[in-house]
């Protein structure tokens, strides 16, 4: 009974793991081939996160779906970590943002796309205008969703203990 067990135990975890493995293979295939809608989904959180990071306004405001949702993930005592719906709401959280944040490096590291949804990650750098501290370099990370050439949803993902740390610091 018991080495039976232990035989259901073995084939169970090499079925897994073949079904992870092919998984993920089919994953990275997809990738390699993206079509046309991952590549402008893609374009367009590229062109909205070139345009945030130039100050053009016009440009995010048309990347920008009326109905859109932005998440900061987070510790809560940061000013910007929360949840913004709408473009007044988005466009006033920008403004906060750049009244508190100054980003002193940014590098992407990797992005995909796969039909409607983008991921980023990279490295960055602030400073926080209330104590002047500036940030060890951290990673972070980017789920965005595109609808009809805009973007509809925008999660971010930061190392928020180190930027608190900055902000709290006196």
């Avoid at 090499?14 to 997809?30: D, E, R």
């Avoid at 989904?41 to 062109?47: E, G, I, L, N, R």
């Avoid at 130039?54 to 993930?73: F, I």
């Avoid at 943002?97 to 990797?110: C, I, K, L, P």
Wanted: proline fraction near 1%; aromatic fraction near 12%.
């Amino acid at each position: 009974m018991k080495l039976e067990k232990h035989m259901n135990r073995r084939a169970f975890l090499t079925i897994a793991v073949a079904g992870t493995a092919a998984a993920a293979l089919s994953t990275s295939l997809s990738a390699k081939d993206r079509d046309d809608k991952d590549k402008a989904s893609f374009d367009t959180v590229m062109a909205f996160m070139g345009a945030m990071g130039g100050g053009d306004m016009d440009t995010l405001d048309e990347l920008m779906a009326g109905d859109m949702v932005w998440q900061n993930e987070g510790d809560p005592d940061l000013p910007w970590i929360g949840t913004w719906e709408g473009k007044e709401a988005i466009f006033g959280f920008l403004g906060m943002f750049s009244e508190n944040v100054q980003v002193t490096h940014w590098e992407n590291q990797d992005a995909f796309a796969s039909g409607d949804t983008v991921a980023v990650f990279g490295r960055m750098k602030l400073r926080l205008s209330n104590s002047g501290v500036e940030t060890d370099e951290f990673t972070f990370a980017l789920r965005a969703k595109v609808r009809n050439g805009q973007v509809v949803f925008w999660n971010w993902f930061e190392d928020s203990y180190a930027v608190s740390q900055a902000f709290h610091a006196t």
